[in-house]
């Protein structure tokens, strides 16, 4: 399998503008995980879906935000309208289960530049 | 909500064992703990999970005190590629909701 797959790897985009940020989970998993990571704040959970469902949505900040997953294979994030506060690296991750042994395996992030 | 505290750096030299510790004082009944390296420009990766007592994996130890209040990644014999910053993850999470809590990640540095 090729890992979590996120794309684009990197977005510059200018303030008030619409950013989707795209996901593809491992197949199989059935769990996906949003992450935010900024230096101030660190790693953040923003949201999380179990069998394409939303789970718990309470680490989005703020209604601009909202993230959705169609099927088991794709999954997004979008900020609308984008402000220069949102500036990160957003992390897509997705694992098999939950428990002993549990491990989340993470994209290589999105890196997002918001002027 | 389970909070998390580690140290924020830690120097070391390679060879050497080193110990990094957590603290998640407020860490619930349900809450499993998890370990992750990060190197710059990449995702985390999994190092090792446990819910009490100790766990072993091929590449690290988790020791985990019977309160649980606390616990000690292990990194045997580091060498410099074992430079990356280190997470603990604090949580669980269920078909009903639930919480993953990172702790601010501990930079260490292996010098040869």
């Known amino acids: 399998d090729a890992g979590v797959i996120q794309s684009p790897r990197h977005e510059v985009t200018e303030m008030g503008q619409e950013v989707t940020l795209r996901c593809k989970p491992i197949s199989g998993h059935n769990y996906l995980f949003w992450y935010r990571q900024t230096m101030m704040r660190g790693l953040e959970l923003l949201i999380y879906f179990n069998n394409n469902v939303p789970i718990d949505d309470s680490g989005m900040p703020e209604d601009r935000f909202s993230a959705k997953m169609p099927n088991a294979s794709f999954s997004t994030l979008k900020i609308q309208p984008s402000e220069p506060r949102d500036s990160a690296v957003y992390f897509c991750?997705?694992?098999?289960?939950?428990?002993?042994?549990?491990?989340?395996?993470f994209g290589p992030g999105t890196r997002l530049t918001v002027t | 909500l389970a909070k998390t505290t580690q140290p924020i750096s830690m120097d070391s030299y390679e060879g050497q064992e080193v110990n990094i510790t957590c603290s998640h004082n407020n860490i619930a009944t349900n809450d499993y703990i998890t370990w992750y390296q990060q190197f710059p420009s990449q995702g985390p990766r999994f190092i090792i999970q446990g819910y009490k007592t100790k766990v072993t994996n091929e590449v690290a130890s988790l020791f985990i005190p019977a309160d649980r209040k606390s616990s000690t990644l292990s990194l045997p014999r580091v060498s410099l590629s074992d430079t990356a910053v280190y997470y603990c993850l604090v949580g669980a999470v269920y078909n009903q909701g639930g919480k993953l809590i990172f702790g601010q990640g501990t930079e260490l540095s292996v010098k040869p």
């Open positions: 991750a997705s694992s098999l289960a939950w428990g002993s042994s549990y491990e989340q395996y």
